[in-house]
Structures are given as C-alpha cells and as structure tokens.
C-alpha cells in the first residue's frame, strides 16, 4: 500500500458502529414514564453496579443492572458538573450513589457497589478520601492497567489506608466488545444520549505481532471520548466481586419488609439478665 499506490496504511482493527448501538436502545431505565410502556427498570435486573470516570471539571456515572443470566441493563447515565477538588461535587454523587429506586416486584432497589477511577494522578488522593471511608457500602477505588492481567484484584498493600482496586482494563474491553458484536447479553435504555454511545464505540481490537506471534489489543481511535467506556468498564469489573444469592434476593424484592427486618439489629438476650 505504501509502495506500490503510495497511499497511507491503517489499520481499522475491529470496531463498533456507535448508530446500531444506539439503534438497540429499548424503552426502560431509571424513571418509571406513565406514558411509556415497560419504563422503569425491567423486572429481571436484581443487581446494580455503578462505574465512576473522574474528570477535572465533572464526575461521570454509568449504571449497570444484572440479571440472573447475566445480561447487562445500561440503565442510565449522570454527569455530576464540578471540580474534583471540591467537596460539593462529592457530596453529590454520594447523593446518586445512595439512591434507591422503585423495582416492579414492589421492593426498592440500590446500588450494590462502585468503582470510581483513581487513574489521574492529580485527582488521585481526592478519589481515596472519598472511597476509603465509604468500603462497606462496596464504594472503591481502581486503577486501570494493561496486558494480561485479572479482571479485578485488591493491591497486595493498602494505599492510603485502604485497598485499591487493580482492573484488568484490556481483557475486560475485549468482552465487552464481545458481547456487543453478539448483540443480546448488552441492552441499553433509551435514555442514553447518542454521545454516550459515541463514548462506548470510542475504542477498537487490532493485531500486533509480538516475536512473530499476533497480539490482540486494545486501543483508543484518536479523536474520541471514551468517558462511557470508561465507566462500563469499572461497573463491569466491580460486579465480579459481588456474590449474589438471585433467590433471596428477588424474594426481598418481592417482600421489602423481609429485607427491613434483616437490617434491623440483632438484640442478644443475657441468660445471666433472666437468671437474676
């Protein structure tokens, strides 16, 4: 291509067309709609996980419900305006991240746990202050790296005073992109704006040639944004760490008042108070 038509070689590697990602978008998501049938979150989602890309001047949230069979529900999508440094921005999406909305087997239900980038040197220390302290909500802090390497794993030390949260971004983009070339185990509301789907498409698969041997990888098309990929990616990893039990689950769903008596505290009675 270069030498004989002294044309520019590039290699497309494997993409995503952002308008027929768009074009599968389905009437639920966050917000029940009188006016549109099946609004709300659909009946099959029993568990949340939020991804949190950290920007300067914005926080970015994407929301992912699970099914049983593992399909993934892009339910929707927040940007929280703000600057990284001021607590105000914080406190907003602890706001979001506390949320519970209504699920149509008649319980309310809440974000099982988040990953909110640490990436950004600069915004970094910020990220911890804020996850550190909030870990048994399942709130945490992850580091994106490449090469072949687990999907989810906690650093060995603690940083901070916490753990962070190592994500194996490349082997986590291939499935997703995976799953989105065979179409049906991703489904998305039809709240999401098409610049989210331009966001989700900002990446593509090439081959590399390592000591002779093909190497797929992951990289960003020049030019795009990738803040929705970005945030996918963590909602995607952090809902490996959840072991969920589907049964009761849908049965606390089902019966709110099942799940408020378990969260009520436990009173020990003293067998030395009754024997005085």
């Not at 067309?17 to 049938?37: H, N, T």
């Not at 989810?152 to 901070?160: C, L």
């Amino acid at each position: 291509v270069n030498t004989i038509l002294a044309e520019g070689w590039r290699e497309l590697g494997e993409e995503l067309d952002d308008a027929e990602l768009s074009s599968r978008a389905e009437p639920f998501g966050l917000v029940v709609d009188d006016q549109v049938p099946y609004s709300g979150i659909p009946a099959a989602v029993l568990v949340i996980t939020a991804g949190v890309d950290v920007q300067h001047d914005r926080l970015e949230v994407t929301l992912i419900g699970w099914s049983q069979g593992g399909t993934a529900y892009v339910l929707g999508h927040f940007v929280i305006w703000g600057q990284w440094d001021d607590d105000t921005t914080w406190a907003e999406l602890d706001t979001v991240l506390a949320t519970r909305w209504q699920h149509p087997h008649g319980g309310r239900i809440g974000i099982e746990a988040t990953l909110i980038d640490s990436s950004d040197g600069t915004t970094m220390e910020k990220v911890y202050a804020f996850a550190f302290p909030r870990a048994r909500r399942k709130i945490l802090a992850g580091k994106g790296v490449t090469g072949t390497r687990p999907w989810i794993e906690a650093s060995k030390s603690k940083v901070r005073g916490g753990r962070l949260q190592i994500v194996g971004v490349d082997g986590i983009k291939a499935a997703i992109m995976g799953r989105l070339a065979r179409g049906s185990s991703f489904r998305f509301s039809a709240d999401l704006t098409p610049a989210w789907f331009e966001q989700l498409a900002s990446g593509r698969v090439i081959v590399r040639y390592n000591r002779g041997q093909p190497v797929r990888r992951f990289e960003r098309i020049p030019g795009r944004r990738a803040e929705a990929l970005d945030c996918v990616v963590y909602a995607v990893a952090v809902k490996q760490l959840l072991h969920s039990n589907w049964s009761v689950r849908e049965e606390q769903l089902r019966h709110p008042e099942t799940e408020q008596a378990s969260e009520r505290p436990r009173t020990i009675r003293s067998s030395w108070m009754e024997n005085r």
